[in-house]
């Protein structure tokens, strides 16, 4: 009798073994879903650490959560595990393109700021060029014969023909040596700029069997001007050149004396950027 109530005692008692795995099951679940959470959050850093956490905790070292292929079911919905992607937090940190974009632009301004302070540097330089050829102009009542304008090209010298050449002739006579070597001594600039020497005429024909046309004489004028410029040893050749226009850029009407006496002349450029780059 004692043995049968001990028997029906033992069959009434409830088996709890399976709650060590369903415990088991739920803790994977939560795992899965932080897992899941930390991956739309697009951050490698904290999924790392998550990972790192499980694994110690439940597995006691390296598990499924360290394996790449834990990452690459979610490649729909995270950046996260491109296959050639390279990890954001190994190596130098990265700049955002927006944030690089903003360096770019303060960059330029920066370098814009800079080629201004060149180009205002330049300008004074001119300036002060065009003070001294205006004191020398005044100083020998010269203001009907020479003119100095500084334009957005550089400062321009202009001469008149009567300053420099006998009438239809390109050679400087001996009297205005001296006005062309005190032009010299202004043209010396450091660092050296680059200097252009045009020579024009009226429209008045050239014949003479040395200077066919006015091509001729205005190139000659322009070209033996540049050659007193050059014997002065502190400038440099190599910034010089010499061109003819002919009549074709006049100043003035050639309908009057006046004006085919302000059109026979001989222009001097002082280039305004000394810090150009040249080859």
């Known amino acids: 009798m004692s043995a049968l109530k001990r028997k029906k005692k033992h069959e009434d008692h409830v088996d709890e073994s399976w709650l060590i795995p369903y415990a088991d099951v739920l803790t994977l679940l939560l795992a899965l879903f932080i897992v899941l959470f930390a991956a739309s959050e697009v951050n490698s850093q904290k999924f790392q650490e998550i990972s790192d956490s499980f694994n110690q905790e439940l597995q006691g070292g390296t598990g499924i959560l360290d394996q790449q292929s834990a990452v690459e ?3 729909e919905t995270s950046k996260l595990a491109e296959p050639n992607d390279v990890d954001p937090t190994e190596g130098e940190a990265t700049t955002p393109p927006e944030v690089e974009e903003e360096i770019n632009d303060k960059i330029e301004m920066t370098a814009e700021e800079i080629e201004q302070l060149a180009l205002a540097e330049d300008y004074k330089e001119l300036a002060a060029i065009q ?9 020998r009542n010269m203001e009907d014969k020479l003119e100095a304008e500084l334009t957005s090209k550089g400062l321009v010298l202009k001469i008149k023909d009567g300053v420099l050449y006998r009438s239809g ?4 006579s001996e009297g205005s040596r001296t006005v062309t070597e005190e032009i010299g001594k202004m043209l010396v600039t450091d660092p050296p700029r680059s200097i252009f020497i045009e020579g024009h005429t009226d429209n008045i024909p050239s014949t003479s069997d040395k200077y066919p046309s006015n091509w001729e004489l205005s ?3 322009a070209i033996n001007f540049m050659k007193i410029l050059l014997e002065n040893n502190d400038l440099d050749p190599t ?8 009549e074709h850029q006049p100043i003035a009407s050639n309908d009057t004396a006046e004006g085919r006496a302000e059109n026979r002349r001989v222009e001097v450029l002082i280039s305004l950027y000394a810090h150009e780059e040249t080859d």
């Open 73 to 75: 079911t979610f490649e």
């Open 131 to 139: 003070d001294k050829v205006k004191a020398y102009i005044a100083e």
């Open 169 to 172: 002739s390109a050679d400087i």
């Open 219 to 221: 190139s000659a004028r």
């Open 239 to 246: 910034k010089f050149s010499a061109t003819g226009f002919a």
